[in-house]
T-cell receptor, first 118, second 110 residues
């Protein structure tokens, strides 16, 4: 089974520029998550999609971050304009549905995009 | 708000030297406690889910246990390939998201 694909792997931008990350989840996984992992910290949920709809975006800084999931498959996360404190690894994860997380299968994470804002 | 605290932050072990990692949590209605392994430059990899106090899960040299307030990840006779950051996360009954701790970075020397 193919894993969760993310691109690019690395990105360096100047503050106030914009950037976009792409995620392709495991085929058939209805639920998609974007997490932010700052160096030395655990991942923090930014947004959760169930198919096309947003389930939880309470921790997404909506003044600069946006995300969409087209046709319930691929997703993009955008930052505009970027700040120095946005430097982090952005992880995408997917699961069959929230219920399977409860059944113990956990999420499947991609390798992430490392963003450096200078 | 769910809180997860892991200790120690870092652990250096000699090959074969068993040890334990701690995960303390505060959550309203635990629906699952998860352990993940994260290698440098990679996303977290799922290891275990625990649901209720007294439960134990094992995988190779790793054993996870759960009490009402904390979980332990025991590493028995570790090898260099067990070197990684181990993350603990909880899911509450209120929603589906996982709340992660900051992790314990384990280094096993040959």
């Amino acid at each position: 089974e193919a894993g969760v694909a993310q691109s690019p792997r690395y990105k360096i931008i100047e503050k106030r520029q914009s950037v976009a990350f792409w995620c392709n989840p495991i085929s058939g996984h209805a639920t998609l998550y974007w997490y932010q992992q700052i160096l030395g910290q655990g991942p923090k949920l930014l947004i959760q999609f169930q198919n096309n709809g947003v389930v939880d975006d309470s921790q997404l800084p909506k003044d600069r971050f946006s995300a969409e999931r087209l046709k319930g498959v691929d997703s993009t996360l955008k930052i505009q304009p970027a700040k120095l404190e946005d430097s982090a690894v952005y992880l995408c994860a997917s699961s069959l549905d929230p219920g399977t997380v409860s059944l113990g299968y956990g999420y499947t994470f991609g390798s992430g995009t490392r963003l450096t804002v200078v | 708000e769910d809180q997860v605290t892991q200790s120690p932050e870092a652990l250096r072990l000699q090959e074969g030297e068993s040890s334990s990692l701690n995960c303390s949590y505060t959550v309203s209605g635990l629906r699952g406690l998860f352990w993940y392994r994260q290698d440098p430059g990679k996303g977290p990899e799922f290891l275990f889910t625990l649901y209720s106090a007294g439960e134990e899960k094992e995988k190779e040299r790793l054993k996870a246990t759960l009490t009402k307030k904390e979980s332990f990840l025991h590493i028995t006779a570790p090898k260099p390939e067990d070197s990684a950051t181990y993350l603990c996360a909880v899911r509450s009954s209120n929603d589906y998201k996982l709340s992660f701790g900051a992790g314990t970075t384990v280094t096993v020397r040959a």
